[in-house]
């Protein structure tokens, strides 16, 4: 049962057993102007079996630190839930005590102006149903237009917000499969014009062998015309393709970055698609499998013959 803090934008961290990726991300957190005034939720997944126990209880002795902050509550699971049970479950609690929530993992590591964004787009987009969700994640290419930020038709997993109006519309069992499968305009727009092989991914969710929430709430979205807001540079980077991870490789090349000074201050005022939308079609098309963005499409790849 979550306390009654005071009535703000709560924020949702999920760890597991990586000690010094979840110290950072919470440090950039932390270092945030607005973090204080933010209710701060970190969740702490229980060992999957006997080889995890002492990383996760390495992840738990760290969190010890942050319990005595006023606004920060600790949450340590019983029980392994998995990747996205873990976040779902979290995310659906907070959501239906605050109506809304940012959500991030313990391998990222946000910029100094990410919670400033995050409220403001939060009560910028609350009542326009066709937005289910905010980024904090930027593909640092142009806009053509003079704003700071720009909607796509797709989801994103580093770093991101909703409310309880969207969230009302995820549907883990993934109906819409079925739909999209009788369908081959359908499945090219659901894999952004053949850019990413995000339908292979959610067959495999389907059938249990991809532990993903991700998926599930791209294609909830998918199937609503939903839009999800990005800031033209990124505000939040991945510290996590080092191999620790469980769903990231690794990569030799340096984590995407972002410029700490950049700030969203001129929001888009009509929501439609970005003119930019082909060319991030391309960009994820050309991106390069070892900086980890396509990893998945990578691996479907090669078992695409099972479907």
């Given at each position: 049962m979550l306390t009654n803090y005071k009535e703000t934008v709560p924020i949702a961290l999920f760890t597991y057993n990586r000690p010094e990726h979840a110290d950072s991300s919470i440090t950039a957190l932390l270092e945030n102007d607005l973090s204080e005034n933010c209710n701060i939720f970190i969740y702490s997944d229980g060992p999957k079996n006997q080889k995890d126990i002492n990383s996760t209880n390495k992840v738990r002795l760290l969190l010890k630190k942050y319990e005595k902050i006023r606004n920060i509550k600790i949450?340590?699971?019983?029980?392994?839930?998995?990747?996205?049970?873990?976040?779902?479950?979290?995310?659906?609690?907070i959501i239906n005590h605050?109506?809304?929530?940012?959500?991030?993992?313990?391998?990222?590591?946000?910029?100094?102006?990410?919670?400033?964004?995050?409220?403001?787009?939060?009560?910028?987009?609350k009542n326009y149903n066709?937005?289910?969700?905010?980024?904090?994640?930027?593909?640092?290419?142009?806009?053509?237009?003079n704003y700071d930020a720009?909607?796509?038709?797709?989801?994103?997993?580093?770093?991101?917000?909703?409310?309880?109006?969207?969230?009302?519309?995820?549907?883990?069992?993934?109906?819409?499969?079925?739909?999209?499968k009788k369908n081959p305009e359908l499945k090219k727009r659901f894999n952004l014009n053949n850019s990413v092989d995000y339908y292979s991914?959610?067959?495999?969710?389907?059938?249990?062998?991809?532990?993903?929430?991700?998926?599930?709430?791209?294609?909830?979205?998918?199937?609503?015309?939903?839009?999800?807001?990005?800031?033209?540079?990124?505000?939040v980077k991945n510290i996590g393709f080092d191999g620790t991870g469980t769903h990231c490789g690794y990569r030799s090349k340096k984590p995407l970055s972002f410029d700490k000074t950049f700030q969203v201050v001129k929001f888009p005022e009509i929501?439609?698609?970005?003119?930019?939308?082909?060319?991030?079609?391309?960009?994820?098309?050309?991106?390069?499998?070892?900086?980890?963005?396509?990893?998945?499409?990578?691996?479907?790849?090669?078992?695409?013959?099972l479907l």
């Open positions: 949450i340590y699971r019983d029980k392994n839930l998995g990747l996205a049970n873990s976040i779902i479950s979290g995310a659906t609690e605050y109506g809304k929530v940012i959500i991030l993992e313990d391998d990222l590591e946000v910029s100094p102006h990410f919670i400033k964004y995050m409220k403001e787009a939060l009560c910028r987009y066709k937005v289910l969700q905010i980024s904090a994640f930027g593909f640092n290419i142009e806009s053509e237009d720009y909607f796509l038709p797709f989801t994103t997993s580093w770093g991101w917000a909703t409310w309880e109006r969207s969230w009302k519309l995820f549907d883990y069992e993934m109906k819409y499969l079925e739909v999209i991914m959610a067959i495999q969710a389907k059938l249990g062998n991809l532990d993903s929430w991700a998926i599930r709430w791209y294609l909830s979205s998918f199937k609503e015309d939903g839009l999800t807001l990005y800031p033209k540079k990124s505000l929501v439609t698609e970005s003119s930019n939308k082909d060319e991030i079609f391309k960009y994820l098309k050309n991106y390069d499998i070892n900086n980890g963005f396509n990893l998945y499409h990578a691996i479907f790849q090669k078992i695409k013959k």
